[in-house]
T-cell receptor, first 118, second 114 residues
Framework: AQKITQTQPGMFVQEKEAVTLDCTYD???????LFWYKQPSSGEMIFLIY??????QNATEGRYSLNFQKARKSANLVISASQLGDSAMYFC???????????????FGQGTTLQVKP | NAGVMQNPRHLVRRRGQEARLRCSPMKGHSHVYWYRQLPEEGLKFMVY????????ESGMPKERFSAEFPKEGPSILRIQQVVRGDSAAYFC????????????FGNGTRLTVT
């Protein structure tokens, strides 16, 4: 069964510094996708970044990058130059990508609360 | 291009009443997923639908909960005879395919059962 683990319930970072949010996953599938979502206090779920298991390069989207280490089954999110608006809950998620039984559903981790200090 | 639309944003029901949550996917998206989020927890998968079909309902409670995605109109998540434990945020997400694309989420419906 697929599983996502986020071991940091809460993190603090100083404004303008970089921060890494940890995510490890477990799957027997060869083809899968890894996602990060942001949930601010207002409650909506905002898609941040995607990494396919066959992508050779780490994904980047603006200030977000995904440090993908396939052998270690980790997909850490790196936020550079933190801003006050980055304060939110961050969820790592995984999705099967192939197979007739694939339903495309996302499996989520428990989340990490990030607080950016001014 | 409008995003995933969910309504109502907040819903209060008394124990024993019915709750109906609506979700209109993004234009061009035929795959709809429902998730539930309890306070301070991650999102738990409930059900996956394509137009007129339930594909995967492995996360749905066996009783009182049902979902549909008719040919015309929004997807509906229906909870009959609500109990306090049903209080949660319910999110709908849509996707154009099963593969290689993120799920786009609505803003959720916060259900409170009194």
């Amino acid at each position: 069964a697929q599983k996502i683990t986020q071991t940091q319930p809460g993190m603090f970072v100083q404004e303008k510094e970089a921060v890494t949010l940890d995510c490890t996953y477990d799957t027997s599938d060869q083809s899968y996708g890894l996602f990060w979502y942001k949930q601010p206090s207002s409650g909506e779920m905002i898609f941040l970044i995607y990494q396919g298991s066959y992508d050779e390069q780490n994904a980047t989207e603006g200030r977000y990058s995904l440090n993908f280490q396939k052998a270690r089954k980790s997909a850490n999110l790196v936020i550079s130059a933190s801003q006050l608006g980055d304060s939110a809950m961050y969820f790592c998620a995984m999705r099967e990508e192939r197979g007739s039984s694939n339903t495309g559903k996302l499996i989520f981790g428990q989340g990490t609360t990030l607080q950016v200090k001014p | 291009n409008a995003g995933v639309m969910q309504n109502p944003r907040h819903l209060v029901r008394r124990r024993g009443q019915e709750a109906r949550l609506r979700c209109s996917p993004m234009k061009g998206h035929s795959h709809v997923y429902w998730y539930r989020q309890l306070p301070e927890e991650g999102l738990k998968f409930m059900v996956y639908l394509q137009k007129e079909n339930i594909i995967d309902e492995s996360g749905m409670p066996k009783e009182r909960f049902s979902a549909e995605f008719p040919k015309e109109g929004p997807s509906i998540l229906r909870i009959q005879q609500v109990v306090r434990g049903d209080s949660a945020a319910y999110f709908c997400a849509s996707s154009p395919t099963r593969y290689n694309s993120p799920l786009h989420f609505g803003n959720g419906t916060r259900l409170t059962v009194t």
